[in-house]
C-alpha cells in the first residue's frame, strides 16, 4: 500500500502517475514530515501507511479535538492487479464504513456525507477502477458488475483499511449498489448492513418489460454503451466545466442528479470534480457498443461500465434472494428521481414513449423498464427468503439523497453504525 498527501495533485499520463505540487505544503515541510514518518517506523515497527496516519492524526490539533483528521487521507492500495485510490479516514477501532460510489461520479461524491459523520465512523471509499485516481483497468463487461465486486472483496481485506477486519457496514449509490448485491451474493458475511442509495434494478439498466425483469429484445436493444450521449461523454474527457449545454456535466448534475440544483450549495464544484474524473473509453465509461435488429437499434458490448449494468451481462436477482446471509437492507430514494425510476430519463423505451426519441414501436414492443419496482419485487422476495428490508422515500428529492437530504441520511447510516456498535453506541460528535 503506498499513502500520498491530499496535498499533492496526482495527474495520469498513461499508466504512469506523475506528483505536481499544489503549494498546499512546501517541499521542506514535506521532506520534514517524510523524516518523522521514518523515524516512527523505526521506534514501533509500524509500516509505512499506519506510521503515516498516525503521525499526522498526532500533529493536527483537530484531531485531537475530533478523534479524526480534519480530512481522511487518500491511499494507493492494490486490489487484484489494479491500483486503487481509497478515501480512508476515522480511528483504526472505529465502526467500519464503505461507500461505494456510481457509475456518473467517484469516490469524491461522498465527500458531503464524509464531512458530516461522527468522529468514531472508520470510513473507507474508493474510487472503483477507471475512476478518480483509480488505474483505469478496463472493464469486463461480461462478468456483469463482478470485477468491481470482487476489487472491493480484496479491499475488504486490507488491514491498513479495515484494522479491525470482520463484515463491514457498506452504503452504496446507483451503479455501486449493484455492485454490492453481487457482493452479497458472491462473497458472504462481508457486510453486517447495506444503505442501498436510489439503487441499479437488480435486472439492470434498460432493455427489460415487467417486474420479473423480462427481457425485451433478445439482442437486448437500447442497453449498454450506446446509450450515452456522445457529447456528455466528449464534455467528460475535455473536463468541461461550462454550463453552456444540457449535456455539459455541470448541466446535467444539476437537472438529473438532484430535484432542486440549489441543494448543491457549497459542494457543486466538488462534485462535479468527482464527475469529472471518469475515464472514457471502450473498457470503461461508457463502453463499446454493437448495432441490434430492434429499435433503437444498438444493443450492448462486452466492455465498459455500461455494459456491465445491461441485463444482457448483469442480473443478480435471484443470486440476491438466494444470498446467504442476508444482511438487512435500507433502501433510500427520492420520489423525484429521473435517473432510477420506472420513467426514467435514461430508458430509451421511455424516451421513445414520450416522443423525445422517434420511431419508438410502442408500449406491447418497448415498454419502460419498472425499475422501482423491480427493486421492490425483488427485496419482497429476499424479505420472504428469511431476509429484511426497509424503504425511506424522501419527498421532493432527486437521484443523491445523502446530497439532497443529508441529515436525514446521515440518521439512516447512523443507525446502522449505532447497531453494530453495540450497547456502547460511538460518539456522535461532529467533526
Known sequence: MIIFDRAVAWGRRGKKMNMVDNDRISNSARRARQRAIRARMAETGETYAVAARRHDERRDPRTRETGRPPEPIEWLVPARGVTYNVIAGGPDDGVPVLLVHGDGSSAGFWRPLIDRLPAGVRVVAPHLRGYGRSEAAPVDATRGLRDFADDLAELLDDRDLFPRGGPVIVAAHAMGCGVVMQMIADHPGR?????????????????????????????????????????????????????????????VLRSMFVADPASLDDDEELLLEAMLGIAVGAGNYPGDSRPANRWPFFGPGDGGVLNAMSPRHFNVADALVGAVPKPPIVWVRGDRDVIVSDTSLLDRAYLGSIGAIADWPGADACPPQPMVGQTRAVLQRYAGNGGRYREVVYDNCGHSPHVERPAEFVAELMKLVNDAAGDDGIRRRRR
Open 191 to 251: 457486510f453486517t448492513s447495506a444503505l442501498l442509495e436510489s439503487p441499479l434494478s437488480p435486472y439492470g439498466f434498460g432493455g427489460t418489460r415487467d417486474l420479473d425483469g423480462t427481457p425485451t429484445a433478445e439482442d437486448f436493444a437500447g442497453t449498454g454503451g450506446g446509450s450515452a450521449h456522445p457529447d456528455f461523454v466528449s464534455r467528460i474527457e475535455a473536463g468541461d466545466r461550462s454550463s453552456d449545454a444540457r449535456t455539459s456535466p455541470r448541466s
